[in-house]
């Protein structure tokens, strides 16, 4: 019984872990956080005389129906495309020409 009990709490265990290694990858914590990790010390909270610099982006975009995806999440497969790092754009159809 207790190699049983054992066995489930390290099962939960591992699909734990995965869950949260998945939403890692999915959400790409992966790429900035082990720097964010190694380097939190150096980090101090400002005093409130101190002058704190504030980087704001405010970005607005519309997409008009004409949407490329050139992150090739497939790579190194068949399936990515042979030529990259050019802009490509979209050709009218005949439905969409009718339209407007």
């Known amino acids: 019984m207790g190699w049983a009990v054992l066995g489930i709490l390290v099962f ?25 990790l190694k380097e939190w010390r150096r980090f101090k909270v400002p005093t409130p005389a101190e002058e704190v610099h504030v ?11 004409c949407y490329a995806d050139f992150t090739f999440p497939s790579v190194p497969s068949d399936t990515q495309p042979p030529i990259i790092n050019r802009i490509y754009f979209c050709q009218r159809s005949a439905r969409s020409a009718s339209v407007v």
């Open 12 to 36: 939960l265990l591992v699909a734990f872990v995965g869950a949260a290694w998945w939403q890692i990858r999915r959400r790409k914590l992966h790429r900035w956080w082990p720097t964010y």
């Open 55 to 65: 980087i704001l982006c405010i970005a607005d975009h519309l997409e008009t129906g």
